[in-house]
């Protein structure tokens, strides 16, 4: 069976949906257009921003927060205004939006932990891209201070990425803040060989180091008496930069300087004494 069409109102329909699109088709374009246009001044204004503070030498770690924060405020302005010019309510836009920022907030407590602490970092200002640190069982060289992460590089070339809410919180060592470092060699002889003859050569070994600080003056004394060896301590300071290059090279320079003058580095060894028992 064919139902009855109502021509009058289908026309009715028709031109009532060809108003609206009539009405609504300018406001989508300009909205478009406004989107695209704040789009790219967007971007403009961050560069602007970022080649501002690169002439000033501000620092990296802080710029590239700000970058980031402005961008984003900077977007949610354009946001409100694209979606005002669509003819939006905004009130009812505003509580949508707080009724969903709760519900997100709670399902994101830790990712708002984590920006409170990236806020505490950049305020408190522990540590600096560039800097070399140990943190939360970790160490490596800070590659970026971002809103909800620390990004770590490692000597082996690791990435590692670590909340900054535990990190605000926690106990953290800090290699690079301090210009100088102390360097601390434990070198063992044996028993037999001669404490001051050992000492005259490490001592000379490390006079040739043009890295090695004269002030405060190298120290070296005996350590203890291990069960195999005599053990120094040698202490020198350098400068920070310096640190590993004269640890390693001049552990290999000692071991070297004593073997050519006849003194032993011994192996750890333990005297077994049997005694016979007459029956």
Same mark, same amino acid.
């Given at each position: 069976?064919?139902l009855?069409v ?8 028709a ?24 789009l790219?001044?967007? =971007? ?47 009130t ?47 160490s ?22 670590i ?16 210009p100088?470092?102390?360097v ?6 044996g ?19 043009? =890295? ?11 350590k ?26 001049n ?7 004593l073997?050519?003058n ?15 028992v007459?029956?």
């Open positions: 069976m064919q009855p109502d021509t009058e109102q289908l026309t009715s329909f031109e009532s949906s060809w108003q609206v699109m009539l009405d609504y088709t300018p406001k989508l374009i300009s909205a478009l257009v406004v989107l695209l246009v704040g790219i001044l967007i =971007r403009m204004i961050v560069n602007a921003i970022r080649k501002g503070f690169e002439k000033k030498n501000f620092d990296i770690t802080l710029q590239r927060f700000l970058l980031s924060m402005i961008g984003i405020l900077l977007k949610a302005a354009l946001a409100i205004t694209v979606i005002g010019m669509l003819g939006i309510q905004m009812t836009f505003v509580a949508m939006l707080g009724a969903a920022g709760l519900a997100i907030g709670l399902a994101l407590s830790g990712t708002l932990q984590n920006f409170a602490g990236g806020v505490i970092l950049l305020i408190i200002r522990p540590y600096k891209v560039g800097d070399f640190i140990e943190l939360q069982g970790h490596g060289t800070v590659k970026e201070i971002q809103i909800f992460n620390t990004i770590l590089t490692t000597p082996d070339n690791k990435v590692i990425i909340p900054n809410s535990p990190i605000s919180t926690g106990s953290m060592i800090n290699y690079s803040t301090m100088t470092r102390r601390d060699f434990t070198i063992g002889i028993y037999d060989d001669d404490i001051d003859t050992a000492r005259d050569v490490i001592l000379a070994v490390i006079a040739k180091d043009d =890295r090695i600080h004269q002030e405060p003056v190298p120290f070296i004394a005996v203890e008496l291990a069960d195999s060896s005599v053990n120094f301590v040698l202490r020198v300071w350098v400068d920070s930069a310096n640190y590993w290059g004269v640890y390693f090279e552990l290999e320079a000692i071991k070297k300087a073997d050519a006849n003194i032993s580095i011994p192996y750890p060894q333990r005297d077994v004494h049997l005694h016979t007459e029956k």
